[in-house]
């Protein structure tokens, strides 16, 4: 039996009147990778995006437990990303301007994955602590950081402040929308950050996502994606105020939010963002569910031809939501020979979940002599990325990305 959680209110205002706005069907979870010589099965689950109106949240209706979606062995790492690392190092660098200084300035990262946003601040000169509750953890303590290894709840919040004080900063770089619990996120939050303390949370924006049909973003491990607007709730529920705010290109569009006790000083701004949510959202959502039957259409339509004439494609990349796209083509192995991560990827020698697409070393993908006319960009979202590297890489085929 599934171990789902239903939500029938707003977990970030309380209103009980959500509205379900998209259902994109059963699928597995993103990081369910399972060994190649695995006979296992990946189980699969509903993805129904329920809508909020009052704030502007949008939520999974049906929520997956932490343990299941974040096991030990999670894959996923940020070192391996550039797109990810120049986002980082940005944020940092926004920190910085905002208090001036940041030697000796106390950061907690939670969810700090292999440390690799704590490396920027540490070269700033800061004391560097982060929650992980995956085997990452081992990556940014052998980076030279003080790590927690568990799921950020009461009982490691108490014990974090108990033996660490309260911190100058804390930070949620794509976590935030990750932690199921939201209520007790925020008192735990609360917690750990001074009075004079800064907040920084960075995560998908829901504007962007609708703006740019983004569907693969709603993901099993988003029980939550926000809007300007719930932001605002949010500093309001923590006693404190959306001081600023900034729309970012990070996963095809990030909101980076900075919350203390200091006045927003771009008011104007941030007003006409919320009118322009209030406005179009519940619109943009109608057109993202057309927009998907299209995109398979017309997708499955240009693919099936390029493989009709050159046989199975060979990818590159396999970013978690990359899983959803794949699952909705109905695509396996006769249709995808293999996916090509970068050397010491924890995701080589898996499947992709839900087929029997081995993802494999690209050394494998660069040593063969056989010459590929086309690549299946799976990290559509960047692409200048992709394309650069495969370039520095003497590919000369042309690379197609799932997603336009």
Not at 218 to 232: N, V
Not at 273 to 289: A, G, P, Q, Y
Request: hydrophobic share 35%; proline share 3%; glycine share 6%.
């Amino acid at each position: 039996m599934i171990d789902l959680k239903e939500i029938k209110h707003c977990e970030l205002c309380g209103d009980k009147d959500l509205k379900e706005v998209l259902n994109i069907g059963n699928h597995p979870l993103c990081d369910d990778l399972v060994p190649v010589k695995s006979n296992m099965e990946c189980t699969l689950y509903p993805i129904t995006i329920l809508l909020c109106e009052s704030c502007l949240t949008a939520h999974q209706k049906f929520q997956i437990r932490k343990e299941i979606l974040f096991p030990t062995n999670y894959h996923y790492r940020a070192r391996f990303t550039k797109d990810v690392l120049n986002g980082m190092k940005n944020l940092v660098n926004d920190c910085e301007k905002f208090l001036n200084n940041l030697q000796n300035v106390k950061i907690l990262d939670v969810g700090c994955n292999d440390g690799s946003l704590l490396n920027f601040f540490k070269k700033k000169g800061s004391v560097t602590v982060g929650i992980e509750p995956t085997k990452a953890a081992m990556d940014a303590t052998e980076a030279g950081h003080k790590i927690y290894n568990g799921f950020f709840d009461t009982r490691l919040a108490e014990k974090i402040f108990k033996e660490e004080g309260p911190f100058d900063v804390v930070v949620f770089t794509n976590v935030f929308a990750h932690i199921d619990d939201l209520k007790n996120l925020l008192l735990n939050t609360k917690k750990m950050l001074k009075k004079d303390g800064l907040l920084i949370i960075e995560n998908h924006y829901l504007g962007s996502v609708l703006k740019g049909n983004q569907f693969d973003t709603f993901y099993h491990e988003h029980p939550r994606t926000y809007s300007a607007l719930s932001f605002i709730n949010i500093a309001k529920i923590l006693g404190l105020k959306l001081t600023d705010f900034k729309l970012t290109s990070r996963y095809g569009g990030n909101i980076r939010v900075f919350i203390s006790n200091k006045e927003n000083s771009n008011r104007e701004f941030l007003d006409n963002v919320i009118k322009n949510e209030n406005r179009n959202f519940k619109l943009l959502f109608s057109k993202m569910d057309t927009f998907i039957s299209i995109w398979k259409k017309e997708t499955n339509s240009k693919l099936k031809k390029i493989i009709k004439e050159n046989g199975p494609l060979v990818a590159k990349a396999f970013p978690g939501r990359a899983a959803i796209l794949i699952h909705l083509l109905g695509y396996d192995k006769t249709e995808i020979s293999a996916v090509y991560e970068k050397e010491n990827s924890l995701k080589i020698d898996h499947f992709v979940p839900g087929t029997k697409i081995p993802i494999k070393s690209e050394k494998e993908l660069f040593e063969k002599k056989e010459k590929h006319k086309y690549l299946l960009n799976l990290a559509w979202h960047i692409p200048d990325e992709i394309n650069t590297y495969m370039k520095e890489k003497n590919f000369e085929g042309k690379i197609v990305n799932i997603l336009e």
